[in-house]
T-cell receptor
Framework: KAGVTQTPRYLIKTRGQQVTLSCSPI?????VSWYQQTPGQGLQFLFE???????NKGNFPGRFSGRQFSNSRSEMNVSTLELGDSALYLC?????????????FGPGTRLTVL | AQKITQTQPGMFVQEKEAVTLDCTYD???????LFWYKQPSSGEMIFLIY??????QNATEGRYSLNFQKARKSANLVISASQLGDSAMYFC???????????FGAGTRLFVKA
């Protein structure tokens, strides 16, 4: 079975621009979560989607948004990029997103904001 | 509020020896799952082992075992017979039932010496 895929793997943007990251979950997984990882803040939860519905959202400004499609693929968007948005963005999928479900992660998208 | 604490920023271990990575957690929810992930320098998060809050026995997966002490709220990872390829960041994580998000600790960087 193919793992979680994320595109693109690397991105370089300038301040004020916007960016869209894509995530394709493992086949059969309907829950997709997004995380931001930085050296200073560690791994922080962004949002979780299940059957095209956002079930939970982390403490991030409204510039961060996401969505999930009917095939469970997910995208996240960051508008008006700031230098502090430079990070590794990780996507994870699980079967239903339950507390006992194991999440499997993609390779991440490394975003650099100049 | 839920919290994961990993008190060891860095650990050294000799190749072929066993090592224990500490993790304590805090939650008032009776139903939760505890996870350990490995993150090599490439950035991808690799799932290692899972322990459910109602599991009576400690989880084991090959060279990995989880020392689960529920009363003390600890979930330490034990790696037996360390290998050079075990050098990486290790994250302890928790999901509670119905929470729809994973909380991560700050991580422990493990160095395996030849």
């Amino acid at each position: 079975k193919a793992g979680v895929t994320q595109t693109p793997r690397y991105l370089i943007k300038t301040r004020g621009q916007q960016v869209t990251l894509s995530c394709s979950p493992i086949s059969g997984h309907r829950s997709v979560s997004w995380y931001q990882q930085t050296p200073g803040q560690g791994l922080q939860f962004l949002f979780e989607y299940f059957s095209e519905t956002q079930r939970n959202k982390g403490n991030f400004p409204g510039r961060f948004s996401g969505r999930q499609f009917s095939n469970s693929r997910s995208e996240m968007n960051v508008s008006t990029l700031e230098l502090g948005d430079s990070a590794l963005y990780l996507c994870a999928s699980s079967i239903q997103g339950a507390g006992t479900d194991t999440q499997y992660f993609g390779p991440g998208t490394r975003l650099t904001v100049l | 509020a839920q919290k994961i604490t990993q008190t060891q920023p860095g650990m050294f271990v000799q190749e072929k020896e066993a090592v224990t990575l500490d993790c304590t957690y805090d939650t008032s929810d009776p139903s939760y799952g505890l996870f350990w992930y490995k993150q090599p320098s490439s950035g991808e998060m690799i799932f290692l082992i899972y322990q459910g809050s109602y599991d009576q026995q400690n989880a084991t997966e090959g060279r990995y075992s989880l020392n689960f002490q529920k009363a003390r709220k600890s979930a330490n990872l034990v790696i037996s017979a360390s290998q050079l390829g075990d050098s990486a960041m290790y994250f302890c994580a928790m999901r509670v039932a119905g929470g729809f998000k994973t909380i991560f600790g700050a991580g422990t960087r493990l160095f395996v010496k030849a």
